[in-house]
């Protein structure tokens, strides 16, 4: 599905990490780890396509993405380390603003399923930092994208609302999707692989 070869990412003139390859099938989770300034969220910038490697190149179904930005950004969902989420909408407008042709009901469900029932019409700006997490998160609920790209997605979540979470990626995961995502949190989904990625820190690597 997804497939990097030889990636090389330079940041502030330290080599964060070298002829990195990897896959993702369907059906798959993979983890990227590693400490801070390892190089985590630079790489999920790469895959996305939102930063460009030193050297390297990244493939949709076999064809690089630069070839083919609109395919692959179409089968692509990425949430980053921020909410990503305008604070003068309300909960539902945000979701709204993503996904203009689904319906009312289906915005509401999916802000219920991530714990979100009597704020769908609050401005984010009122919202705490884990309910302002979980309007983002429930873009999951409503995305047919094949592709999840997830930074620190249980950041500000409460247990309930990990455990909520993760069974929406394996059931992501199930389904034929695949999820790359980076967070702090164990993981340890129970219906679908997980692969784990390290990334050593550049004076490690050095």
Request: net charge neutral; charged share 20%; with cysteine.
């Amino acid at each position: 599905m997804l497939e990097a070869h030889h990636l090389t990412c330079v940041r502030d003139e330290r080599v964060l990490f070298e002829a990195l390859s990897l896959t993702v099938q369907p059906g798959e989770i993979v983890q990227i780890a590693g400490v801070n300034g390892a190089g985590k969220t630079s790489l999920l910038r790469i895959l996305t396509g939102l930063a460009t490697p030193e050297s390297g190149n990244v493939c949709w179904q076999g064809e690089p993405i630069r070839r083919q930005r609109d395919v692959f950004h179409h089968q692509l969902l990425w949430l980053g380390h921020q909410p990503g989420v305008k604070a003068v909408l309300t909960a539902d407008e945000n979701l709204r603003f993503y996904h203009p042709r689904l319906s009312q009901d289906a915005r509401w469900a999916a802000l219920a399923a991530t714990g979100l029932v009597g704020y769908e019409d609050v401005p984010v700006a009122q919202l705490s930092a884990g309910q302002q997490r979980r309007v983002a998160l429930a873009r999951l609920w409503l995305s047919d994208a094949a592709l999840w790209v997830l930074d620190e997605p249980f950041t500000a979540l409460d247990v309930a609302g990990i455990e909520t979470l993760t069974r929406r990626l394996e059931r992501h995961a199930s389904r034929g999707g695949a999820v790359v995502l980076t967070t702090h949190h164990p993981l340890r989904p129970v219906n679908c692989p997980l692969r784990c990625i390290t990334l050593n820190a550049p004076e490690a690597a050095a």
